[in-house]
T-cell receptor, first 119, second 113 residues
Framework: GAVVSQHPSWVICKSGTSVKIECRSL??????MFWYRQFPKQSLMLMAT?????????EQGVEKDKFLINHASLTLSTLTVTSAHPEDSSFYIC???????????????FGSGTRLTVV | AQSVAQPEDQVNVAEGNPLTVKCTYS??????LFWYVQYPNRGLQFLLK??????LVKGSYGFEAEFNKSQTSFHLKKPSALVSDSALYFC???????????FGKGTRLSVIA
């Protein structure tokens, strides 16, 4: 089945540093990747949509200069949290749209998430 | 605009009893509806989806959901709950292809032995 591998699973970084989160589609081509953020005990909030080879589309209120998204290939999308601060601490999840030709078709597959803690 | 409502923050059920996790949706056009489960510090695992066809959808781990167009609902059900079913459940909807899923706020299911 379609699998998205997300790394790292968790990361602790100092305030002011940058952190890169990777999502790789292992056995299919992910032309579209969605990035979500989840606060404790809350739902997933869409941050941005990235399409391979083009600029990401950010949701209202999401700082594009802070959350840099790169989707340079059909199998890799990255989210870089720049100059991280404690308020950026959260759980970040990527999701790729699975095309009908990929079995089993269930629409979307999710990475396992990255727990970011900024100290 | 699309939206999903999960009216219950928490559902408690005894092991062996049937469980229901409620979901209602609002979307223009035909909805694509999904249920996902999330365990602590993990990503989302797909349970089932409704695209078209039979209103009763059967999914993973014995879960099923019934699409009710008139009530705009897609409640998740299981005839006999297990302690291992305890997790956070999300209902999601999408109306158009290539658009992201819109999630409900989630319902925490607690199955008590």
């Amino acid at each position: 089945g379609a699998v998205v591998s997300q790394h790292p699973s968790w990361v602790i970084c100092k305030s002011g540093t940058s952190v890169k989160i990777e999502c790789r589609s292992l056995d299919f081509q992910a032309t579209t990747m969605f990035w979500y953020r989840q606060f404790p005990k809350q739902s997933l909030m869409l941050m941005a949509t990235s399409n391979e080879g083009s600029k990401a589309t950010y949701e209202q209120g999401v700082e594009k200069d802070k959350f840099l998204i790169n989707h340079a290939s059909l199998t890799l999308s990255t989210l870089t949290v720049t100059s991280a601060h404690p308020e950026d601490s959260s759980f970040y999840i990527c999701s790729a749209r699975v095309t009908p030709r990929t079995e089993p078709f269930y629409g979307y597959t999710f990475g396992s998430g990255t727990r970011l803690t900024v100290v | 605009a699309q939206s999903v409502a999960q009216p219950e923050d928490q559902v408690n059920v005894a092991e062996g009893n049937p469980l229901t996790v409620k979901c209602t949706y609002s979307v223009s056009g035909n909805p694509y509806l999904f249920w996902y489960v999330q365990y602590p510090n993990r990503g989302l695992q797909f349970l089932l989806k409704y695209i078209t066809g039979d209103n009763l959808v059967k999914g993973s781990y014995g879960f099923e959901a019934e699409f009710n167009k008139s009530q705009t609902s897609f409640h998740l059900k299981k005839p006999s709950a297990l302690v291992s079913d305890s997790a956070l459940y999300f209902c999601a909807v999408r109306a158009q292809p290539n658009t992201p899923l819109v999630f409900g706020k989630g319902t925490r299911l607690s199955v008590i032995a």
